[in-house]
């Protein structure tokens, strides 16, 4: 169908610009899923007895997880792929040569073969793992609610339903990195938005209806088996365009030494992201009033969807940087790599000084108990975000040489963050929170992660990154300098 009709040549060009956009796209599907979440739920809340709605948030619980259980073999092999594209003859480190400067190959068909064989074997083999593990402890902490429904074979169902979806789309989770690693960000998020919004509007039109708990499974569930079962499609006919119209399935060794080391010291540093994230909660819970702790546990969930929303610039020209270092052309790679990182700071330092501005009325407009941070607070607390984008972002150009910080940078500042907190709360209280973030970023997030990629890269803070980051800063510190009079 054309909308030549519909728009003209100028909307028409915008439309496809967005179309295919990676981070236009990327920012749709964390929209879909945002609404999902939120149109879903008050729908179940109304429809739903109170043992079904226990179930179904446990179901939700569950199948969150899985967004994370990969580790992190998805950035692994998508950055394996990018290079096998770029036309590189080995993954290993002793054997890894550079293409000469601009220099494109055809693609390394051979080599991509192999990681795709192992990238099946592996994902065949986690998916086993983390599905009997999820059976297992799922099932357990189920036996209760389940029995208290009044038909409980129907959440017994409801429960295998749950489980399939969670295997299917751990395996599909090859075909992301597959699209990843031949920069294909853009499809992979339209489908994604396709199908959260396409199963959310279904869900809600049956809860309207009258439906139970098994039929808003199915209707939920069936958005993410149709993702990637469709992704499934769309690569097979990818790969027979490229010339892999079939992959014997093998876990090659040299694939495996690629990507093993560098996966484990990846979902190290997701726990240790994670931990400090929740250690800052506890603190929070043990010694704020609860009217206080929500609020400022709000703070740092909003800090949280800022970081994520704000990546998506950078995050979507990934498989494209990883390809422009294995053709060795540091020119454009250092390019891409600052505008995109100028982009994530601008963006993030926006969002902190848009939300602190409309905080307030917007939690007064849903006449909620909670009170938004004083503004000093949650300014402090962008300045310590931005610290830590700027180490993120150059720990992910550092990482496209397969050796992986994230472990040791996330470990080290959750550990700082923590005594930094114990340190300062009892002189500057509430205030100790933001300070400990900052200082353990300043402290060593920061300077630890750009000295990395400094050296491997050639990047000057003055040409590289004071042109990005210099602006954002100042932002920030006028927006806090201002929150104090």
């Known amino acids: 169908m054309s909308f030549q009709f519909l728009f003209s040549g100028r909307q028409l060009s915008l ?16 929209l879909a899923r945002i609404l999902q979440a939120t149109i879903i739920l008050p729908f179940a809340i109304l ?16 199948s969150n997880l899985h967004y994370s259980a990969d580790l992190g073999f998805t950035h692994v092999f998508s950055r394996a792929i990018a290079i096998a594209i770029a036309g590189v003859k080995s993954l290993t480190t002793q054997d890894y040569t550079p293409l000469p400067k601009n220099e494109k190959q055809p693609p390394n068909l051979d080599l991509l073969e192999r990681i795709l064989s192992s990238m099946s074997i592996l994902y065949g083999r986690l998916t086993a793992v983390v599905l009997c593990a999820t059976a297992i402890l799922g099932t357990a902490l189920l036996v209760r609610p389940i029995q208290l429904l009044s038909e409980p074979i129907f959440g017994w169902f409801s429960w295998a339903i749950v489980l399939s979806s969670i295997g299917m789309n751990l395996l599909g989770k090859s075909n992301i990195a597959y699209f990843q690693g031949m920069n294909q960000i853009a499809l992979i998020n339209r489908w994604l938005v396709f199908t959260t919004l396409g ?14 708990l098994l039929s808003v499974v199915i209707t939920t569930q069936a958005g993410l088996l149709l993702f990637p079962l469709l992704l499934w499609i769309l690569r097979k006919k990818h790969q027979n365009d490229i010339g892999i119209p079939r992959i014997s399935k093998f876990l ?27 250690s800052s909660g506890i603190l929070f ?39 422009l270092r294995a053709m060795n052309n540091r020119s454009q790679l250092t390019a891409l790599a600052k505008k995109r990182a100028t982009y994530v700071y601008f963006i993030f330092a926006l969002c902190i000084v848009f939300v602190g501005t409309i905080g307030s009325y917007l939690l ?30 150059h720990i992910q150009l550092y990482s496209m040489t397969n050796h992986i910080l994230w ?20 002189t500057v209280q509430l205030y100790a929170f933001p300070l400990a973030l900052l200082a353990s970023n300043l402290g060593f997030y920061t300077w630890y992660a750009a000295k990395y990629s400094h050296a491997e890269f050639g990047f000057r803070f003055l040409t ?16 806090f300098g201002q929150s104090l009079f």
């Open 199 to 212: 199963a959310s509007a279904v869900t809600i039109f049956v809860l309207l209806f009258g439906g139970k």
């Open 407 to 426: 472990h040791i940078a996330n470990g080290i500042t959750g550990l700082l963050f923590v005594s930094f907190c114990l340190l300062l709360y009892p």
């Open 285 to 323: 819970a043990q010694i704020l009033s609860p009217t206080i702790a929500s609020s400022y546990l709000l703070a740092y969930r909003l800090l949280y969807a800022i970081r994520q929303f704000s990546s998506a610039p950078f995050l979507s020209q990934i498989p494209a940087l990883n390809q």
């Open 252 to 278: 090659c060794p040299e694939v495996f030494t690629y990507v093993w080391p560098a996966t484990w010291r990846s979902g190290l540093g997701k726990l240790f992201d994670f931990l400090t994230l929740q």
């Open 47 to 62: 429809h739903f007895s109170s043992s079904e709605l226990t179930i179904w948030l446990i179901f939700e619980t569950i």
């Open 464 to 479: 590289f990154d004071l042109p990005a980051v210099g602006i954002p800063v100042l932002i920030l510190l006028v927006y």
């Open 364 to 393: 007064l407009l849903a006449k909620k108990d909670i009170q938004f941070p004083p503004i000093s607070f949650w300014a402090l607390l962008g300045i310590a975000g931005l610290a830590e984008r700027y180490g993120a972002i």
């Open 15 to 30: 439309l496809d610009r967005g179309w295919n956009s990676g981070t236009i796209m990327l920012w749709a599907s964390q």
